[in-house]
């Protein structure tokens, strides 16, 4: 009786394995497009109370809003605010771009306005009609506005524009007004996604 020798197996080549792995993910990022901007900065929220231009706040009490820095800012010769707040006729909350209250010697600053149905957290995408720029806007609280901004911070950038929303929570006795919003940083996306935006 004669016993068959086992085949001796064949060495895996390492190499061959690396080699092919190497061609599969440069597949891969050859599909995906190299100039394609990506966001740098998370969205920024914000909270904010200041007065309106014509109630009865303290003297020099803030009431504009500067997105930029995300913060209630006075208004005055400087003009360093992008929309301030009053009241109008029916006691809505009028917002007002910067250009309409005075023109800074640095430049006015172009802001488009656009209320946007929806709750202040559903409403997570600017959208990309319908804007109105310059031009006052009334809200009652609860509504959600969504902002436009021309920034010199993107002069160099695919797109000059930044984005952002805010909503009125609450009016108190004497023109108080409580806010909250938030900021995407990152020059021409307009989502509202917390974190990073991926659009």
């Given at each position: 009786m004669s016993i068959t020798p086992p085949i001796p197996r064949r060495p895996v080549r390492r190499g061959r394995a690396v080699a092919f792995v190497a061609l599969a993910a440069l597949?891969?990022?050859?599909?995906?497009?190299?100039?394609?901007?990506?966001?740098?900065?998370a969205n920024t929220p914000f909270a904010f109370s200041l007065f309106a231009l014509s109630g009865s706040g303290p003297a020099n009490a803030p009431a504009a809003i500067d997105f930029g820095t995300l913060g209630a800012v006075r208004v005055?010769?400087?003009f360093g605010f992008d929309v301030a707040?009053?009241?109008?006729?029916?006691g809505k909350i009028r917002v007002i771009p910067q250009k309409l209250v005075g023109t800074s010697i640095g430049g006015s600053r172009?802001?488009?306005?656009?209320?946007?149905?929806g709750v202040?957290?559903?409403?997570?995408?600017?959208?990309?009609?319908g804007w109105v720029l310059d031009s006052a806007l009334s809200v009652l609280p609860g509504e959600v506005v969504v902002v436009r901004l021309t920034s010199t911070g993107c002069v160099y950038q695919l797109s000059?524009?930044?984005?952002?929303?805010?909503?009125?929570?609450?009016?108190?006795a004497g023109g108080l007004i409580f806010?909250?919003?938030?900021?995407?940083?990152?020059?021409?996306?307009k989502s509202f996604e917390p974190g990073i935006p991926s659009k």
């Open positions: 597949a891969v990022s050859a599909c995906s497009d190299p100039f394609k901007v990506t966001a740098q900065y005055d010769g400087s707040f009053d009241f109008d006729g029916t172009t802001v488009g306005l656009q209320r946007v149905t202040y957290e559903t409403v997570l995408l600017a959208p990309s009609k000059s524009e930044l984005y952002a929303k805010f909503v009125i929570d609450s009016v108190k806010g909250r919003g938030m900021t995407n940083p990152n020059c021409g996306f």
